[in-house]
Nanobody, 124 residues
Framework: QVRLEESGGGSVQAGGSLTLSCTLSGGTFRRKAMGWFRQRPGKEREFVASIDWSDTFTNYADSVKGRCTISRDDTQTTVYLQLNNLQPEDTAVYYC?????????????????WGQGTQVTVSS
């Protein structure tokens, strides 16, 4: 059974950093694009960052551009999201997504895989 598991969330003070991980089990990472999304309290799930299957192209939401780096290690079937200079507005549950085809949004493909999410809380 395909499973994505996020980890690395936690509580930090404003200005701090976290590195989130999303590890795949029970499936293949090969030729799969990966993305990170977040859902802030009372808001809809929103795109944060994505990386293509060949580790060539990345894309970031304007809200995190310059503070965020997405990367992948196919040997570990893991995608990472490094978040720097975290601010209270970054407080959210962060989810990873895996699919065929570049990740652009929440509903851009009919059969994605999602993880269960990891909580990031940033205090001022």
């Amino acid at each position: 059974q395909v499973r994505l598991e996020e980890s690395g969330g936690g509580s930090v003070q404003a200005g701090g950093s976290l590195t989130l991980s999303c590890t795949l089990s029970g499936g293949t990472f090969r030729r799969k694009a990966m993305g990170w999304f977040r859902q802030r309290p009372g808001k809809e799930r929103e795109f944060v960052a994505s990386i293509d299957w060949s580790d060539t192209f990345t894309n970031y939401a304007d809200s995190v551009k310059g503070r965020c780096t997405i990367s992948r290690d196919d040997t570990q079937t893991t995608v990472y999201l490094q978040l720097n200079n975290l601010q209270p507005e970054d407080t959210a549950v962060y989810y990873c997504k895996m699919q065929v085809g570049f990740v652009r949004g929440v509903d851009d493909t009919p059969n994605p895989y999602w993880g269960q999410g990891t909580q990031v809380t940033v205090s001022s």
